[in-house]
Each structure stands twice: as structure tokens, then as C-alpha cells.
């Protein structure tokens, strides 16, 4: 089980959903939010091969969960698997969801993009701030 951000909580309502995020991480959803996504990957042709193979990946590792009165959750065996995650973690915003970290997968991901923050500002956020 891990505890979720107090701020995090009230945005879940009666539930979320766990599923396989980018970089080896398990991603946190209010329900609205993942269906959003679903239906976002669903909408692209089913002749594209890389959407297919996204919604599968996506959508088989995906499980509903209920917060418990502490506002912890489970995370199941196969996405602790998938993200490795066995010791120490990392639970972080990222807009409309949070993520979920093995702790050393984090950091050695966090000082590999360091290097290039400023440059992706650029491309990302043309006007800047």
C-alpha cells in the first residue's frame, strides 16, 4: 500500500485508476481522467499500428482502485513489477495525475533530464514564462 498526497486525495473522488506510465513509472488517475485518455487513444484509427499496440499496453495493465480511509492504495503486483518498484518510492504530481517511482529510478531519471531543462523549455514553452 502507499499513501497518497493529501492534495491528491480530494481530486480521486471514490477512486482512481493504476496503470503503466512512460519510463517504467505506474501512473495515478482520477477515473475522469483516465477515461479521458482511453477514449482520446481509442479515437485514433485503429489502422495505426502504434495506437493499437498503446491502448493494449495501457489498458491491460490498467486496475481501479478505492483509496481506504487512510488514502492508501494497492498497488498490484504486476505494475510493481513493471516499475520496479520493491523498496523505497517516489510519489509526484504531473498535472492531472500523479506518478509513482521506484525512489533510485526517479533520481537517475530527474539528473539525466536536468542537463537539458532550460533547452526543453525553449521548444515547450516558446514564450516563456
Known amino acids: ?20 506510465g512512460q519510463e517504467r ?4 488517475l482520477p477515473i475522469p481522467e ?3 485518455i482511453a477514449q482520446q487513444v481509442q479515437r485514433t484509427s485503429l489502422s495505426d499500428k502504434r495506437a ?9 495493465g490498467a486496475v481501479d482502485e478505492e483509496p ?3 488514502g492508501r492504495v494497492t498497488v498490484p503486483q504486476m ?10 518510492i517516489v510519489v509526484i504530481g504531473v498535472g492531472t495525475r500523479a506518478e509513482v517511482w521506484d525512489k533510485q529510478t526517479w533520481e537517475t531519471y530527474l539528473s539525466e533530464q536536468e542537463d537539458d531543462y532550460s533547452d526543453m523549455a525553449d521548444d515547450i514553452l516558446p514564450g516563456g514564462f
Open 25 to 28: 513509472c505506474v501512473y495515478l
Open 79 to 88: 505494475l510493481r513489477d513493471y516499475a520496479g518498484l520493491d523498496g523505497d
Open 1 to 20: 500500500r502507499i499513501a497518497l498526497p493529501a492534495k491528491f486525495r480530494s481530486q480521486l473522488g471514490t477512486g482512481c485508476v493504476l496503470a503503466r
Open 52 to 60: 493499437r499496440n498503446y491502448l493494449r499496453v495501457f489498458l491491460s
Open 34 to 36: 483516465f477515461r479521458r
Open 68 to 70: 481506504d480511509k487512510q
